[in-house]
């Protein structure tokens, strides 16, 4: 009797990519919010007002901002494991830095930690347009949304993780010690993210079975994040390039309504637990727990957001309605926060904060949206100029609240500031964005004709 052949079997190897983009995204983030919490601390030591601080707070968007374009196309060139992995090292000895820094009188200290958090910026400005670029990748169509909400989830636990260990060390030891302790991590994750991501033709525990359910679903599996299959570059950052995708109509309102959407997030991100300190006289201890109770319903809602996306999308709905009506819903859930100007009671302004951010990870799906719509050619460029124009926000964000707190004193107005931009965002993705569909643009060939 002739041996049994075992039936190929259908590996599961996209989802533990997915999980590594999201660890690594929630130390991205990580670092982020660690000026956050430690700022209430050496705001004191180094004698800083809501503008100077503000100022601070946004000095990693504006190397972050500049670094978009570049690091799109050094996405498209090198392959998104290489560069990421890079850009894990690189942002994590900035890290160990600003606690060194900590040493220095406090004029010097404060242009030396700006300095470190444009260059840590800098550093992490590959990160989401590499996670778009392996999605697009790895993901079929159907599955896109969930695997974007999945890693852009990672913004809200990394306040859910993070905020609580960084305020009970900030508090027993003091705030350098937060950013030796997230460099450390940081160079560990570097070392297991090139040990698992891999192209999806390219990876030692994938099937065949596999592959095919990802090419056949739409998935671009010619994108090798290894970047051992590069295409030819010379098309993928010319300004040619970038004036084609600044002059279709649905990619501009996607990138304003991903400007208003990030405007939230750097409110969290920043200004959230000195607000909880200050607005609402927490110790730091205290702040780093309440500050994660909301970032865990934006991380709730960041993962439901996409899934609901996926399911209307496979219950035939169309692209548009099923990528629209979870942004259109989470932001007009977000501007519940505006409730907190009319009441002094902390759990009601925790109840608050805690549906606003629910209801912006509902709505951030435009990761997904780009994955959806992002020419072929140009995924990683079309990635890096959303991603800059959401994150100018990074830097507009922190000044303007910083400038708000100072000249009223308080911050009713800022969270109507905040509110508005949420109220923009439906404007964008409404009338402005229309049909989502994938965008066709044909590249003129390079002077001299291809190679």
């Given at each position: 009797m002739p041996a049994l052949v075992p039936e190929p079997r259908q590996t599961r190897v996209?989802?533990?990519?997915?999980?590594?983009?999201?660890?690594?995204?929630?130390?991205?983030?990580?670092?982020?919010?660690?000026?956050?919490?430690?700022?209430?601390?050496?705001?004191?030591?180094?004698?800083?007002?809501?503008?100077?601080?503000g100022y601070l707070?946004?000095?990693?968007?504006?190397?972050?901002?500049?670094?978009?374009?570049?690091?799109?196309?050094?996405?498209?060139?090198?392959?998104?494991k290489r560069i990421y992995g890079i850009s894990i090292i690189c942002w994590s000895i900035c890290g160990v830095l600003v606690g060194f820094a900590g040493y220095l009188p406090a004029t010097a200290a404060f242009v030396v930690i700006f300095g470190l958090r444009l260059l840590s910026g800098l550093a992490q400005s590959p990160v989401f347009p590499g996670n778009g670029r392996i999605v697009a990748a790895?993901?079929?169509?159907?599955?896109?949304?969930?695997?974007?909400?999945?890693?852009?989830?990672?913004?809200?636990?990394?306040?859910?993780?993070?905020?609580?260990?960084?305020?009970?060390?900030?508090?027993?030891?003091?705030?350098?010690?937060?950013?030796?302790?997230?460099?450390?991590?940081?160079?560990?994750?570097?070392?297991?993210?090139?040990?698992?991501?891999?192209?999806?033709?390219?990876?030692?525990?994938?099937?065949?079975?596999?592959?095919?359910?990802?090419?056949?679903?739409?998935?671009l599996t010619n994108i090798d994040p290894d970047g051992s299959t590069q295409t030819k570059p010379a098309n993928k950052l010319s300004w040619a390039a970038i004036k084609m995708l600044l002059s279709n109509r649905m990619l501009v309102g996607?990138?304003?309504?991903q400007y208003c959407i990030t405007t939230l997030t750097w409110f969290f991100l920043t200004w959230f637990p000195v607000?909880?300190?200050?607005?609402?006289?927490?110790?730091?201890?205290?702040?780093?727990m309440m500050?994660?109770?909301?970032?865990?319903?934006?991380?709730?809602?960041?993962?439901?957001?996409?899934?609901?996306s996926d399911r209307l999308l496979r219950a035939g709905h169309s692209l548009t309605f099923a990528r629209k009506a979870p942004i259109v819903s989470g932001m007009l859930l977000s501007i519940t926060m505006i409730g907190c100007n009319y009441t002094d009671t902390q759990w009601v302004v925790m109840v608050l904060m805690s549906l606003a951010f629910f209801g912006k990870g509902f709505g951030a799906l435009g990761w997904t949206v780009i994955a959806d719509t992002s020419p072929k050619p140009l995924i990683g460029v079309n990635g890096g100029l959303f991603n800059l124009i959401g994150n100018l926000a990074g830097i507009t964000t922190p000044i303007i609240i910083g400038y708000i707190v100072k000249t009223t004193g308080s911050f009713n107005d800022a969270l109507i500031f905040v509110v508005a931009t949420a109220l923009l965002a439906i404007v964008a993705y409404l009338p402005l964005v229309g049909e989502i569909k994938r965008v066709d643009l044909k590249l003129p060939e390079p002077a001299g004709g291809a190679a």
């Open positions: 996209r989802y533990l990519i997915v999980l590594m983009l999201f660890i690594a995204s929630s130390f991205s983030y990580g670092d982020r919010v660690a000026l956050s919490i430690t700022g209430i601390a050496f705001s004191k030591d180094l004698h800083m007002d809501p503008v100077k601080l707070f946004s000095g990693f968007s504006w190397a972050y901002v500049v670094g978009q374009l570049p690091a799109g196309g050094l996405l498209d060139r090198f392959g998104s790895w993901f079929p169509t159907a599955e896109r949304g969930r695997a974007s909400a999945i890693f852009n989830s990672s913004q809200y636990f990394a306040l859910v993780l993070f905020a609580p260990i960084l305020g009970w060390i900030t508090h027993t030891w003091g705030w350098q010690e937060c950013f030796w302790f997230l460099g450390t991590l940081g160079f560990v994750l570097s070392l297991v993210w090139f040990k698992v991501i891999h192209g999806v033709k390219s990876h030692p525990r994938i099937s065949q079975l596999e592959i095919d359910y990802i090419e056949q679903g739409g998935g996607i990138y304003i309504g607000y909880l300190s200050q607005a609402r006289h927490m110790s730091i201890m205290k702040v780093g500050a994660a109770l909301p970032a865990l319903c934006g991380s709730i809602g960041g993962i439901l957001g996409g899934v609901v």
